[in-house]
């Protein structure tokens, strides 16, 4: 009788601490608050053009390795997809905008370079500079009138949506960086948000 009380004892303890890990694994892996505040879609006679407001904070731990002079990336990924009522929808066209942002301690400025494909750690590419964090940050945060779709790829007799990623791109951190952001909360900065594409083209 006491062994079989002694079992039950340590499977109820088993079973309470996987409800507790398993209660406290979405919280940890939520990661800083991420929200895309603003989205905006306009059909030109240039193509689908997109506009986008992203808000976060940034976690100490990476404040801590951009004041070192480590460089973090961002992407923002835009996919145009046609509605289809037999099947998923159909994946138009595709755009992507990768950002470097980096502080050089020795000017104490900051340095954001954008570009339509991955960038990595060359410090031969241009881009702009700004005096503070923060000039640099809204910079990052904000996208204006981004192009990601040509317009004969939009039939006006269709519809259509778009989804938004915004992501913290950990996969182009030094390798260090990435084993340790591994399962920890504070490198995971990331938000979706999906719109649909107007009629009405902007004059």
């Not at 006679?45 to 407001?53: C, D, H, M, P, Y």
């Not at 400025?109 to 700004?130: D, E, H, K, M």
């Not at 791109?169 to 594409?197: C, E, M, Y």
Request: charged share 25%; hydrophobic share 45%.
């Amino acid at each position: 009788m006491g062994r079989l009380r002694f079992a039950l004892e340590r499977a109820c303890w088993a079973l309470f601490a996987c409800c507790a890990l398993w209660a406290a694994f979405p919280a940890a892996a939520q990661g800083p608050q991420t929200e895309i505040t603003q989205l905006a879609l306009e059909r030109t006679e240039e193509g689908v053009l997109l506009s986008a407001n992203v808000e976060f904070e940034v976690p100490p731990i990476i404040d801590d390795a951009l004041a070192k002079g480590i460089p973090m990336f961002f992407a923002a990924e835009a996919v145009l997809l046609r509605d289809r009522w037999y099947w998923y929808d159909k994946e138009v066209a595709t755009a992507a905008r990768h950002m470097r942002l980096s502080y050089q301690p020795l000017t104490r400025r900051w340095r954001l370079v954008v570009s339509a494909t991955p960038i990595g750690n060359s410090g031969l590419a241009l881009g702009q500079t700004f005096d503070t964090r923060e000039e640099a940050l809204q910079a990052v945060q904000r996208v204006s009138h981004w192009k990601i779709a040509e317009a004969s790829a939009v039939d006006p007799d269709q519809r259509y949506n778009v989804d938004f990623r915004f992501r913290l791109d950990v996969s182009q951190l030094p390798r260090p960086f990435q084993i340790g952001a591994l399962g920890h909360a504070d490198w995971n900065i990331t938000a979706l948000r999906n719109q649909r594409l107007g009629f009405e083209s902007a004059k």
